[in-house]
């Protein structure tokens, strides 16, 4: 059986006229929260965080919600995708050039309602969308 290889990513949310609006990036014809590879010896949550400056350049990010996760099943050869929910005030997104690829790693971005997002994003990270959403919308209603 092969080990897991462990990629980590924030839902990152932001309120547009009280509506929760996330964040989706586009490699190639694949939308997706931002995440990446968890290096040996990092924790998830702090990688997390740090693909998400390396990917967007946001910074202030704030987790309402706790430091709870979902993984996705595995997919590819192996790999699975945890993610965590986090706000975001700030609305810029930056699409930084990697240093590695010397181009951007995505080809943009969409702060997406929740039906525009689901429609966007593959199968396996619907429920993932779900589960944030209903977090979301509860503490919007608190």
Do not use: C
């Not at 014809?29 to 967007?56: C, H, M, Q």
């Amino acid at each position: 059986m092969q080990a897991k290889t462990l990629s980590a990513g924030v839902i990152i949310v932001r309120r547009e006229v009280g509506e929760p609006r996330y964040l989706l990036l586009r490699a190639y014809n694949y939308w997706d929260f931002p995440k990446g590879l968890v290096e040996p010896g990092e924790d998830p949550l702090d990688s997390a965080i740090r693909e998400i400056e390396e990917e967007t350049t946001l910074t202030a990010l704030t987790f309402h919600w706790g430091h709870d996760y979902r993984e996705t099943p595995p997919y590819g050869r192996a790999k699975v995708a945890r993610y965590y929910i986090a706000e975001s005030k700030d609305q810029t997104v930056t699409l930084p050039i990697s240093p590695e690829l010397g181009r951007p790693e995505h080809h943009e971005f969409r702060w997406s309602e929740y039906q525009q997002a689901r429609k966007l994003l593959a199968p396996r990270v619907q429920p993932i969308l779900d589960w944030a959403h209903t977090l979301v919308s509860r503490k919007n209603r608190e």
